[in-house]
């Protein structure tokens, strides 16, 4: 019954953008098998209501259908889409993105002895786990506000900090947690992270990178790939194929300057990784991209 409702409510209020009017809530909505499209999952929960969503990173595929959902603590790429939709029964879910300072304070709220002690092991930056009855519930009540808007201002954040206790007490509590702790490992690869997506055009060394984020080499590369599911320069190597496909729809024609943009020195160095991680030649995807647009 919760989902019939969740699924009506996202029907109702899905936007073509994404948006709804409560702040850093969004419905996601597809009417048709989408193609693997390289997006970037930031901090957020992802919650589905109908078909189903597969996403890789790394060489890890993973998947996750109604009733299920996904909590990401770090921005990382991907590869996603929904595999199962139709007009009839299109692909639904709704995400809320999180914030450090949200969960710090959520945190700060718990007695000491209603969270277990946290391992000394980095969780990874994404994780999939059935939704508790309790969780979905807090979830509707969030999407039904969109039914009442003079709610939305007191009742949104007071229901948003339920969703962070439910995600808190599950069996994710670990990621969110240390998503909330400014000196836990998932923080300080976290701020890697954004340097890398910052800087991704520019070579780097590992060691600098270990320092900026107050590491050791050998923790910060075993809690990275912890994290991320690949290693530094294997995260630059997606973060610069990414925006040199985006490059490509916008400037189809310019492949080399594009190549030498996000980083490369050697075309053919380019076109080669550019293939095994799109199926096609930079040329090639151009002119997919531009047919689709």
Same mark, same amino acid.
């Given at each position: 019954? #919760? ?24 419905? *996601? ?16 929960? @992802? ?34 889409? *929904?595999?199962? @939709? ?8 709704? +995400? ?16 000491? +002895? ?9 969780p990874p930056g994404l994780a ?10 807090? #979830? ?32 994710? +509590? ?15 690869? @976290?701020?890697? #992270? ?9 070579p780097f060394r590992v060691e ?11 923790? *910060?590369?075993?809690?990275f790939h912890a994290i991320t ?40 160095? *380019? ?23």
């Amino acid at each position: 019954m #919760v989902l019939d409702e969740l699924r009506d409510l996202l029907n109702r209020h899905a936007r073509p953008d994404l948006r709804t009017s409560i702040e850093d809530v969004l419905i *996601f909505k597809a009417e048709h098998p989408q193609p693997p499209t390289p997006t970037t999952y930031g901090k957020v929960l @992802a919650v589905v209501a109908q078909g189903v969503k597969r996403f890789a990173l790394g060489d890890t595929v993973y998947e996750y259908r109604e009733g299920q959902y996904l909590v990401a603590s770090v921005d990382l790429p991907v590869t996603a889409h *929904f595999a199962k @939709a139709s007009p009839e029964l299109p692909g639904l879910g709704v +995400g809320l993105t999180l914030h450090p300072a949200t969960v710090a304070e959520v945190l700060l709220q718990a007695a000491p +002895g209603d969270l277990p002690e946290l391992g000394d092991d980095a969780p990874p930056g994404l994780a999939v786990s059935t939704a508790s009855a309790e969780l979905l519930d807090a #979830v509707v009540r969030l999407v039904r506000l969109l039914d009442r808007p003079q709610d939305i201002a007191v009742l949104a954040p007071l229901i948003k900090r339920e969703i962070l206790w439910r995600l808190i007490t599950s069996d994710q +509590g670990p990621v969110i947690r240390q998503f909330g702790l400014p000196d836990s490992s998932l923080s300080h690869i @976290a701020r890697a #992270v954004q340097w890398i997506r910052d800087h991704y055009p520019q070579p780097f060394r590992v060691e600098d990178v270990a320092k900026l984020a107050g590491m050791s080499v050998s923790a *910060f590369h075993r809690s990275f790939h912890a994290i991320t599911a690949m290693s530094p320069i294997q995260f630059q190597k997606q973060i610069r194929l990414q925006q040199a496909r985006l490059q490509l729809a916008a400037a189809p024609a310019d492949i080399a300057a594009v190549g030498r943009r996000v980083g490369y020195d050697s075309p053919s160095q *380019f076109s080669r990784e550019y293939r095994r991680q799109f199926g096609a030649s930079p040329s090639q995807d151009a002119v997919r991209l531009r047919a689709t647009s």
